[in-house]
Nanobody, 121 residues
């Protein structure tokens, strides 16, 4: 059973920085892609950033140039968030997916419990 554990959330003033981390455990094989999502109160879950096994990264437009996703090791990713804005306030979730029959499926299968990021303006 795969478990994802997030850490690093908290409260910060606008313009500040936070770093989130996520560690996956419980599965022998390496994931093919991991991601950060966020969810603001009353809204749906939004894809923030992803990183693949080859190190390729994606970002939603609103965080480009401010957030950086990285692979610390085979089971841990981080999200460095700089120049935080009030609208970045949300619960941030780590997600992962693993190869099935040799290919990486489109949907993320495993999710963490989330960590809260609050940015005061």
């Amino acid at each position: 059973q795969v478990q994802l554990m997030e850490s690093g959330g908290g409260s910060v003033q606008a313009g500040g920085s936070l770093k989130l981390s996520c560690t996956a455990s419980g599965y022998f094989y390496r994931n093919c892609r991991m991601a950060w999502y966020r969810q603001r109160p009353g809204e749906g879950r939004e894809l923030v950033s992803t990183i693949g096994v080859d190190g390729d990264t994606t970002y939603t437009v609103s965080v480009k140039g401010r957030f950086t996703i990285s692979q610390d090791n085979e089971t841990t990713i981080s999200l460095q968030m700089n120049m935080l804005k009030h609208e970045d306030t949300a619960a941030y979730y780590c997600a992962a997916k693993y190869y099935r029959g040799g290919y990486c499926p489109p949907d993320f299968t495993y999710w963490g419990q989330g960590t809260q990021v609050t940015v005061s303006s």
